[in-house]
């Protein structure tokens, strides 16, 4: 059985069967008497580089012993391994060539914290979103057939992941088209059965075997003979099958079930593995991991230690403690609306702690709803409690609303119900990288007709935007970004802002500033300098037109500032507004460029974009000196 650690290591620890495995094709040369002990040595040295860069943690320490087994039994790369999300992939990098550059997790020019293509061979598909790689892997498989390839396609998903409909989807078309791939459910949470032991282990490995499907092929041969024989064999088979193991559902999918076993235990593992490697058909093996596994603080608080931040060393003074962040600012506010409007209704798709909803989740339980990831599911729901005279309250990330976009449209905004989207982690995320970045939601919201898209600047003007988008009749977004803010002074009350209009924050000359959020604390700086008007303009949607009017009869430059890709974003509707009513004035648009910005810490993500006050005063002025010549 693995080891349980304690603590994490601050050295590195000592890892000889580890250093002889840096490659799978190294893996496959031990004896599978050792992978026990090199198990031990990864969770350890998996313990110590997370340590090191922070990142996702619990996932990884729970699939030590399926990532092993998967590599060993399997051709990796010819055999495509497609991981669900990629939180537990770390253990995979280590084992494929990228166990020295694990110290260079999710920093700026290092190995990201999801399986990406180009990164490696090994990676085989691109995830960051979950519920992707069922589709992928049977689109893997689909093309190996037509290649006449023997390769194998391998999908694992957690039973979070398996909750969102995409991967129903990809069950039932595998099932269709009988394709040879297998997927593992790594069940981290025992949230579809509990049998777990040395009879279920026992039963897996005989209804995996050669020698069990070839005597329920033959079976079926003979009795199918008989009128009505084969049948009764069958409902035999399932029932028998249906009292041990709780894979009816997936058989009748059309995927021959196996499981569950103990993901780890890897004897069983190894030995399951090489016996379903070469079934013919869909092929479904259930494993149950523990999440956190062999780190006995991650195995009682799971959630806790989800991902941590890197170890400080041993003396540093701790970090000063700052503002809310943008997130418990909405916990709050929802608590407050929902005391003072019993209509309200609260909804994620499966992010109650990182949406900040869990005193919400206590208070109002009856009014608390997390559909799992399920975001369609989350936006139509909502749609639904609407059309009945509820509230609904949607807190989702920006990057996963890209997800249930067509229900936004056509199950919300066409019939313009009263939901209100509170978007977090707008803008760029930092170390999670392109997967996770918020760059597209004011281009994809402000298309939308009867749409309100606002952006606060900070905590107080998100609580007041949050109010106003809860009281305005129909579709409402209030986008704000992760971290905390400035530390504004938070009014307690519910009072809305008057829809649709911005305001002066400071008054200049020469050059108006028209920041769309955040940022309006770096154009206040830069406007110091350059004795420039700063415009808080808070509504994206509608535009405060009369503002932009005034601003562009008055200013020789206008600048518009957001945290959103510059194609489509707030900065556009600037330009739309003045090209239709024929204002001539130049316009400098600054946001996000036209590619994915690669994972690194926020700011200097933001310096790379040209979006910290650095940024965007060498942008003002790089334009005031090309228009003077």
Not at 207 to 232: F, H, N
Not at 268 to 273: F, K, N, S, V, Y
Not at 494 to 510: A, D, F, N, S, Y
Request: net charge negative; glycine share 10%; hydrophobic share 40%.
């Amino acid at each position: 059985m693995p080891k349980t650690f304690h603590e994490i290591p601050r050295e590195r620890p000592e890892t000889p069967l580890l250093d002889r495995a840096d490659t799978p094709q190294q893996l496959r040369l031990l004896g599978e008497a050792e992978l026990e002990v090199l198990a031990d040595e990864l969770r350890q040295y998996l313990l110590y580089t997370v340590g090191q860069t922070g990142g996702h943690f619990g996932a990884g320490l729970g699939v030590i012993e399926l990532t092993i087994a998967l590599h060993y039994v399997f051709d990796t790369p010819d055999d495509r391994l497609v991981w669900d999300v990629g939180h537990q992939a770390y253990p995979h990098k280590i084992l494929t060539g990228r166990r020295e550059r694990m110290s260079t997790l999710r920093q700026k020019d290092g190995i990201a914290a999801f399986p990406r293509r180009s990164e490696s061979e090994y990676d085989t598909f691109g995830v960051g979103h979950s519920s992707t790689s069922i589709s992928a892997a049977l689109g893997m498989a689909i093309a190996a057939r037509l290649q006449g390839s023997k390769r194998k396609s391998v999908a694992v998903i957690g039973d979070g992941a398996l909750t969102a409909g995409m991967a129903f989807e990809a069950l039932n078309h595998a099932s269709d088209v009988k394709a040879d791939m297998l997927v593992v459910l790594n069940d981290n949470d025992m949230s579809i059965s509990r049998n777990v032991g040395g009879l279920s282990n026992y039963l897996a490995k005989i209804l995996s075997s050669r020698t069990y499907a070839s005597m329920r092929e033959g079976s079926k041969k003979v009795l199918s003979r008989l009128p009505g024989a084969w049948e009764i064999a069958r409902k035999t088979e399932e029932h028998a099958k249906g009292m041990l193991v709780p894979g009816t559902l997936f058989e009748e999918l059309g995927w021959n079930y196996i499981g569950p076993i103990d993901g780890h235990d890897l004897p069983t593992l190894l030995a399951t593995l090489r016996n379903m490697r070469d079934l013919e058909g869909p092929q479904f093996l259930h494993v149950i991991t523990k999440k956190g596994k062999g780190f006995a603080p991650a195995e009682v608080d799971p959630i806790g230690y989800h991902a941590i931040t890197k170890l400080e060393p041993l003396g540093a003074a701790p970090k000063q403690a700052g503002g809310p962040k943008y997130s418990n600012v909405f916990g709050q506010w929802l608590c407050d609306m929902a005391a003072a409007d019993t209509r309200l209704m609260g909804i994620t798709p499966a992010m109650k702690e990182g949406s900040d909803l869990v005193a919400f989740s206590e208070r109002f339980p009856e009014r608390y709803f997390d559909v799992a990831i399920a975001e369609q599911h989350a936006v139509t729901l909502a749609a639904g409690m609407a059309c009945e005279g509820a509230k609904p309250v949607v807190a989702i990330y920006s990057t996963f609303l890209q997800r249930a976009y067509d229900q936004l449209v056509h199950d919300v905004a066409v019939q313009n119900l009263d939901v209100l989207f509170a978007i977090d982690r707008a803008g760029l995320v930092g170390e999670d990288g392109p997967t996770h970045a918020g760059s597209f939601d004011l281009s994809y919201l402000r298309c939308i007709p009867g749409m309100l898209v606002m952006t606060p600047s900070d905590e107080n003007e998100m609580r007041r935007l949050l109010t106003t988008g809860y009281l305005f009749e129909g579709p409402a977004a209030v986008r704000y970004p992760r971290g905390s803010g400035p530390n504004a002074a938070i009014e307690p009350g519910l009072e809305p802002l008057e829809i649709g209009k911005g305001v002066v924050r400071r008054q200049g000359q020469g050059v108006a500033f028209l920041v769309f959020g955040v940022q309006l604390a770096d154009a206040l700086k830069v406007a110091e300098g350059l004795d420039a008007t700063v415009a808080d303009m808070r509504f994206v949607k509608p535009l405060d037109e009369a503002l932009v009017r005034q601003l562009a009869d008055s200013h020789e430059l206008l600048v518009t500032v957001e945290e959103n890709a510059v194609m489509g974003g707030a900065g556009s509707a600037v330009n739309e507004f003045l090209a239709r009513e024929g204002l001539r004035v130049p316009v400098l648009n600054l946001g996000l460029p036209d590619y994915y910005v690669e994972h690194a810490k926020p700011a200097q993500m933001l310096a790379e974009c040209g979006l910290d006050a650095v940024g965007i005063e060498a942008a003002v002025r790089a334009r005031l000196a090309r228009s003077n010549d």
